[in-house]
């Protein structure tokens, strides 16, 4: 079989599309290297809580505005209990809302692409197991550095210039104590030096105890992040002491985002080194979800109006 389109990365950016031409009736498949979707949608359980450990939110806005009235008319989407704000989260968790566009959709997990190589048909995808699948269009919607990666190894010629593009690592860490780290502490961002934000889960309604998300700084988590695990944790309980006092710890889990988020962004909203690969996510439509949407949207309107 040969598809329409192959998107490589089961994140926000590559479910979104692929949702949307799924709906044009166009033969999509989704190709995912890790066992889940949603990319930094994410949930994590720990004991008898859930934490979002990757976005805490979605905001509305034009480019998540059908994904936003999907997600209501499936009673999956509540507003973020803090004043003055248009944040929404899943119920149950962010991964919650992935998985419900992912429903219909064909993802081959469990399946890194390694190489592109031009046929006749199309666009050869080469998987890490050997296996291949051609398709017309190929759409890569995965961290920059990745997809750069696969069109260096494919020798398939792109801008250099996209390489300028970083990323920042992000150190979470997962927590739940005996009492609140702060009254009223409901989410906060730009917290100190060490820490950037802080987000409750109970009032998320994902624990009933006192567990938090707590985003270390850009600068704390380059330092750190080459560290074992056992030493983050020791690292992290000293700035956590250090700002909140002695705090009585129930769970703690550490996750590592290599990829977090875009410290710059490309000047256009995708990017097309060849007539048939689009690249698209965060690091073409800014540093968020909703980055990540506008993207994703874009190329979307381009493809649609070639098929219609």
């Known amino acids: 079989m040969v598809y329409d389109f192959a998107i490589v990365g089961a994140g926000i950016s590559g479910l979104n599309i692929g949702w949307k031409l799924h709906s044009l009736k166009s033969s999509v498949l989704i190709l995912e290297k890790s066992k889940s979707c949603g ?15 990757g976005a805490q939110f979605i905001k509305r806005s034009e480019a998540s505005e059908s994904l936003m009235e999907f997600w209501s008319s499936k009673n999956i989407l509540e507003k973020f209990p803090i004043a003055d704000n248009d944040f929404y989260f899943g119920t149950g968790g962010m991964t919650r809302l992935t998985k419900e566009i992912s429903q219909n959709l064909n993802i081959k997990y469990n399946s890194k692409v390694t190489t592109l ?24 919607s995965c961290p920059l550095p990745q ?16 390489e300028n593009v970083n990323y920042s690592k992000s150190i979470v860490n997962l927590i739940s104590v005996q009492h609140p780290l702060l009254e ?6 730009n917290f100190n030096k060490d820490i950037y934000s802080i987000c409750s889960q109970q009032i998320k309604g994902l624990s009933i ?28 309980m000293a700035v956590l002491k250090s700002n909140f006092g002695s705090i009585n710890v129930s769970d703690f889990q550490i996750k590592k985002w290599r990829y977090c988020q875009p410290t710059s962004t490309w000047p256009e909203l995708y990017h097309q080194p060849q007539e048939n690969i689009y690249l698209v996510g965060d690091a073409f439509g800014g540093a968020s979800v909703n980055g990540a949407l506008r993207s994703a949207d874009h190329v979307f309107k381009i493809i649609s109006k070639k098929l219609i």
């Open 184 to 189: 009223n502490l409901k989410f906060v961002e």
């Open 147 to 162: 997809s750069i990666e696969l069109l260096k190894h494919s020798e398939i010629a792109f801008d250099s210039r996209l």
């Open 209 to 236: 105890d006192y567990s938090y998300a707590i985003v270390m700084s850009d600068e704390w988590s380059e330092t750190n992040f080459p560290l074992p695990d056992d030493e983050i944790k020791e690292k992290s």
């Open 39 to 53: 990319g930094r949608m994410a949930t994590r359980r720990i004991g008898e809580s859930k934490f979002d450990h």
């Open 117 to 140: 190589k031009k046929t006749d048909q199309g666009l050869k995808l080469i998987l890490d197991n050997g296996e291949s699948i051609v398709s017309k269009h190929v759409i890569l």
